[in-house]
Structures are given as C-alpha cells and as structure tokens.
C-alpha cells in the first residue's frame, strides 16, 4: 500500500474528519479560497512564533524552503550533531508523517529533548495535545530521545510593556502520551483510508465546524442539496437542536411547527416559508420615540493584536484606529459626517478619543449597531485617559440601538436569519446597501488593510488605495445604519 505524506496539519484534519483529509489530498481543488480572517489568524500565529524564537537565546533555524524537505531534514540533522540546544522548526519525518517542530529543546547536549508547540491561543485545547502527540511519535520515531512535550501559549493578563510574561508554558506530556499510545492505529487508518479509491461516505455533523470551519464545507453541504434557508439559519437555535433535527431528516422550515420555537425564531420560519416580510410599526415607533436628536450614527474599526505594542494594552485587546460618524441634527436635516483614521505608527488611542468627542454633539443618542462593541471601546478609553473621561462616558451612556429594533419587531426573508447590518441592509434597502465587490467589506478585511497601510511593503500608490478602502468601509457602515433608521421611521 502506498503511503501518503501526512502533515501535523493533515493529521488535525484528519481527526476532525476523515473525508476532509481524504480530500485534501486527492481533491484539493474542493477546498475553498483561503478567507481573509483564517488568512489573518496565519498571520498573526507567524507573528507569535517568531516573538516566541526571540525569548531563546542561541537557537538555529531551519530555513531551508517548505519545498525542499531533504535539505529541511539535513539541516536539522546538522543543527543536532553541531550540540544546538534550541533547534527552530526542525524538521522530522517517521513513517510516512512528517513534522517541523516550532521548538526543539534540551538544556544540554547529554540531555533528552523536549518538543515545544507555539500557539497564538491564550488557553490550551485538545487539537494541541493531539499536535504535541503527533510530533512527540515522528520525533522519537526518527531517533531521537524526547522526554516531555509542552505548549507556549499567549498569557492574556501580560500587559505592555512588561512583556517577560507574554508566554505561558503548559505541559501537556501526561495527556500527549495518552494520544501517543493510539497514534501508530490512528495513523495506519488513515493511510487505508487515503488509499481507497472512493471519497469516504462521512455524513456532514458538527464535525464541520468543530474544533475549527472545516475548508470543504461547502463542497460536502453542496453536495446535500440543503434549502436555503433551512434549521441551520434558524437565530439562536442551539448547534445540538439543529443536528438532532437533521438527522430526523427534518430540514426545511416548511416541515417545522414554528410553535415550538421563541419568539423572533417563529417569526423568521414563518416569514421564510410565506416568503412575507413582517414589520410591527407601532413597536418600531415606540422604541424609536424614546431617542433623542440630534442622532449621532457611530462606528469603530479595531485591531487586536496577539502582541501588544502600546502602554497598558493586553494581548487581543480591541484597539480602535478609526471611526466613521454620520450627525444628524433635526429629522430630515442633510446628515454630516465626521471621519478619523490613524495613520502613524504611534498609539492611535489618544487621538481617536479626542477627535470623537470632539466629532460628536454634546447631547442626542449616538445610534450604534449591536452597541456592545462600541460601549466597550468607549469604556476602555475612558479608563485610559481620566481627563476624557467624563466626555467618553457621557458618549456611552447615550448608546442607542437599532439591532433590537429589527430583531423584535421586523423580519424579511432575505435576512437569511441573520441580523447583521451586512444582511439587513441589501434586504430593506437594496443591493446598492450591499458589501459585495468592496475593496474592504468587513471587519477583519479591515484588520488586515490596516496593518498592510501600516507596513513597509506596499507602495505609495497601494498605501493610498489602502486608506480609501478603509475610509469608505467604515463611512459606509454609518451611512447605511442612517439609512435603515430612516426606513424604520418610515414604518
């Protein structure tokens, strides 16, 4: 039987779902375009490994190209007979697996390794325990003497600058070893699988999602002829009601009993089946009666790096670098609109809060979507700079918003169950409200623009791109929130 190369990665696919990984390497023309957050998430973990390489001193990396695994497995074989004790992505392959390991450790040249996995996560999960095992049988395998395995995750109570404590070190050798003792089985399954000339018969399940959006998932759904929408669109219905509906067979809202289901789930059913758009005008007027003019329509966008680079700021604290305002004094009056974008290296906290409270009227509800995030940016602010802070909380304490609004009291089928302004906006409004075809259409589309405006690896002309993207993505998240407070005024 022939052995297919298997990765740490593949093997993690592997575990999750057997056709996924059977797809992944005989089909992998299934799998879907690398999305801008996952793309993000690579980023940032390539961030955080190499901050992890710089807290040991006198390591070698391997840096031979990914493509070329015999010099990737000479040059670790060269680093372990040269006596390194700190070995960066060194490079194993055992019975048809094959690893780099993140760090390769040992206090002497007399003494056992151990295998270090670095994780951007603040805790450790199960998928790393299976990584560290995979990594302790290859290593071990391949010859060498490994006494204990560790993870090094990010300590989300280091705060900057004091950065000695970013890391946290777990060891997770007693779990490992469990997943150790089945992981030859495990293993050769896989191979006898991945030598079938058929795609395995796996039913879709949790498993799609579980621990991670599996990169077929479109592909197996597709393949299942599920209604759009069906249980799986259904607001806040539990992912283990829907599973247990599914394998009831029970899939279109056609054969629901809506009776069963809360409020705003009912209401989203009964609109998708009669393909009706329901609207409660008088409930709609009567939360709306209670906001103030002049409206203020609000927006950050924010950056959370799993490396703080700024005073006081935590590993993934949201830091705001931009808003978009859109002011409206009296009803029917023209909407003005007030913009702010960080654009040095500096810590942009500072300016932002000064520009907003200085952007904003003193008085009126300022209108936020899903307002939890912005209160919690305005909260942080105010913590920071105590001689903003009346202004900032003041801000806060206005937060008015519409999400509720259209949550309780109106529903359309193209809303698709879901109550984000990006669904919600194309529905009421029309396609011209729409994301699509934006140079920037969302957040972490933001997050990523941000930091390429703030590198050193596009042009001048890019940069300017950049800026206009980020400026009109935001604008257009406040304009479009004017927008469908208008339409609910009209209701």
Known sequence: MKLHRLSKSKIQRGLQCQKALYLETHHPEFKAV????????????????????????????????????????????????????????????YSGVLVQVDILSRASVSANWEVIEVKSATQVKESH???????????????????????????????YPQLEDLFKRVDVT?????????????????QKMLAQPDVPDIEIGPHCNAPHKCDFIDHCWSAKKIPTPSIFDIPNLASKIKWELYQKKIIALADLDPSSFTPTQQRMIDCSVQKKRFVDAKAVQDALSEWVYPLSFLDFETINSAIPRFEGVTPFQQLPFQFSCHVQLKPGEKLTHYEYLHLSESDPRESIARELIQALPKNGSVVAYNKGFERHVLVELAERFSELSQALLSIASRLVDPWPVFRKHVYDPSFMGSFSIKSVAPALLGQSASYKMMAVGEGSGAQVAYLKLMGNAVTAAEKKSLKEALIKYCEKDTLGMAELVFWLQRQ
């Open 129 to 159: 325990i299976s990584d560290v095992a995979t990594q302790l049988w290859v290593v071990r395998g391949a010859g060498l003497k490994v006494k204990s395995g560790s993870i090094l995750h990010i300590n989300n109570l280091c705060v």
């Open 34 to 93: 690398t999305s801008v957050e996952t793309q993000l998430i690579f980023d940032q973990g390539h961030a955080v490994g190499s901050e992890a390489r710089k807290r040991l001193s006198g390591g070698v990396l391997i840096d031979a190209p990914s493509t070329d695994l015999s010099a990737a497995l000479g040059q670790t074989q060269a680093a372990i007979e040269a006596g390194a004790l700190q070995i960066f992505e060194a490079t194993f392959e």
């Open 174 to 190: 007693e779990d490992a070893e469990k997943w150790v003792k089945t992981i030859s089985v495990t293993f050769s399954k896989f």
